[in-house]
Antibody, heavy 120, light 107 residues
Framework: EVQLVESGGGLVQPGGSLRLSCSTS????????MDWVRQAPGKGLEWVGR??????????EYAASVKGRFSISRDESKNSLYLQMNSLKTEDTAVYYC???????????WGQGTLVTVSS | DIQLTQSPSFLSASVGDRVTITCRAS??????FAWYQQKPGKAPKLLIY???TLQSGVPSRFSGSGSGTEFTLTISSLQPEDFATYYC?????????FGGGTKVEIK
């Protein structure tokens, strides 16, 4: 059974940093691209970014709203995905979802999400 | 960036109704288009990918179609468990983008 479990969310002050983790199981993690998607309270979905697999040089893509502040990485030995968030703004407050990508065009499994609140 | 305009943003319907949700793209895209269903407090669930392919386990009352700049999600006969918010997404080019969502509520 595919499982994605996010952790690391919480309350952080504007300008601060936070690192989210996503622990995965039930599939060959190294084969897949992985995405982060977020959802502000009461709002719609926003794609945050993607990290590709080794065959694609672990290249990354980001939304303009987070580029230069957020960084996605992965640890194949731990089957884990990470989102390093720096220079956080109040508008980064959201539930952050870890998502498995099948091929390059199929976001087929989602974690339960972790809430990040940026507030003073 | 490709903008997706989803309509309507809110829809009130009865059980058994046929429901159609439309997503218009700001520029032409390939078939890399998907639809998701989200219920309150839950993660989104993939319904349809590649414009019209039903994800495994999704009931056949859901269907997708479209090309170019206009894509649609149709529910042929609305069931009680279908009351939720639906989102479209383009995966044609980065940054990937979502529509604003359509909330389907009980009439």
């Amino acid at each position: 059974e595919v499982q994605l479990v996010e952790s690391g969310g919480g309350l952080v002050q504007p300008g601060g940093s936070l690192r989210l983790s996503c622990s995965t199981s039930g599939f060959i993690f190294s084969d897949h691209f992985m995405d982060w998607v977020r959802q502000a309270p009461g709002k719609g979905l926003e794609w945050v970014g993607r990290i590709k697999n080794k065959a694609n040089s672990y290249s990354t893509e980001y939304a303009a709203s987070v580029k230069g502040r957020f960084s996605i990485s992965r640890d194949e030995s731990k089957n884990s995905l990470y989102l390093q968030m720096n220079s956080l703004k109040t508008e980064d407050t959201a539930v952050y979802y870890c998502v498995r990508v099948l091929g390059s065009s199929l976001l087929d499994y989602w974690g339960q999400g972790t809430l990040v609140t940026v507030s003073s | 960036d490709i903008q997706l305009t989803q309509s309507p943003s809110f829809l009130s319907a009865s059980v058994g109704d046929r429901v159609t949700i439309t997503c218009r793209a700001s520029q032409g895209i390939s078939s890399s288009f998907a639809w998701y269903q989200q219920k309150p407090g839950k993660a989104p669930k993939l319904l349809i990918y590649a414009t019209s392919t039903l994800q495994s386990g999704v009931p056949s009352r859901f269907s997708g179609s479209g090309s170019g700049t206009e894509f649609t999600l149709t529910i042929s006969s609305l069931q009680p468990e279908d009351f939720a918010t639906y989102y479209c997404q383009q995966l044609n080019s980065y940054p990937l983008t979502f529509g604003g969502g359509t909330k389907v509520e009980i009439k």
